[in-house]
């Protein structure tokens, strides 16, 4: 029983060091197969990962069935990440690809996003910052109204509160084209705000 035990409080042990460990390391341990390190990786991203990809998709169950599949690629790749980005971002790269890819066998022409706002999150994004519900009805039907590649844009940016340089690898575009939908999609988003009345955001 003894034995059991400390057996127990060992594994619990293994856990609450993996938990403060940094992403970079735990795919280190991951690579060597490490199964306590990706339980850890799972837990801090799954529920932005599936966010991110039921976004794209919009089915739950298949977005379900994409994040898992982008954690099993984590567990057979890791020895592959070469610390060009943050895991986050490496992530979130797997998981566009395969929202896309899954998106193009089911023969959808255009990839029409969710906007930002659909999910709530406790990140710091547009939605947190609106109190009232029909500020943010009138905010998710201007988001509505920009393209998807400029959804996209402030999708990573607000919602994910990832950098240009970060946006550009997960898109596969370069940084100057990056700026550029950002720099239309933000223009458009506080037109339309402001034609909706919500001035305090059209900055």
């Known amino acids: 029983m003894q034995n059991v035990i400390a057996i127990n409080a060992a ?31 799972y837990s801090r991203h799954n529920v932005r990962v599936y966010r991110f990809v039921l976004r794209i998709v919009r089915d739950t169950t298949l977005a379900e069935d994409l994040t898992s599949q982008v954690f099993l690629d984590v567990w057979r790749t890791a020895k592959k990440f070469e610390r060009r980005s ?35 999150d406790q990140a710091d994004t547009p939605e947190t910052s609106l109190a009232r519900s029909r500020t943010r009805t009138i905010l998710r039907a201007c988001v509505a109204k920009l393209s998807p590649a400029h959804r996209e844009i402030i999708n990573l940016v607000y919602y994910h509160e990832k950098s ?10 370069p940084q100057s084209t990056v700026k550029t939908r ?15 009345g919500i001035d305090s955001l059209a900055a």
């Open 86 to 120: 943050q895991v986050s971002t490496w992530l979130l790269s797997i998981a566009r690809f395969k929202a896309l890819t899954a998106l193009r066998q089911r023969r959808h022409e255009d990839v029409d996003q969710d906007d930002v706002l659909e999910i709530p």
């Open 11 to 41: 594994a619990r042990q293994g856990i609450v060091a993996a938990q403060t460990t940094s992403d970079e390391m735990l795919l280190d341990s991951i690579a060597n197969g490490g199964r306590t390190a990706m339980h850890v990786l």
């Open 182 to 196: 950002m720099f239309y999609a933000r223009k458009q988003l506080a037109d339309l705000l402001k034609g909706a």
């Open 164 to 173: 240009v340089e970060e946006v550009g690898a997960i898109i596969g575009i």
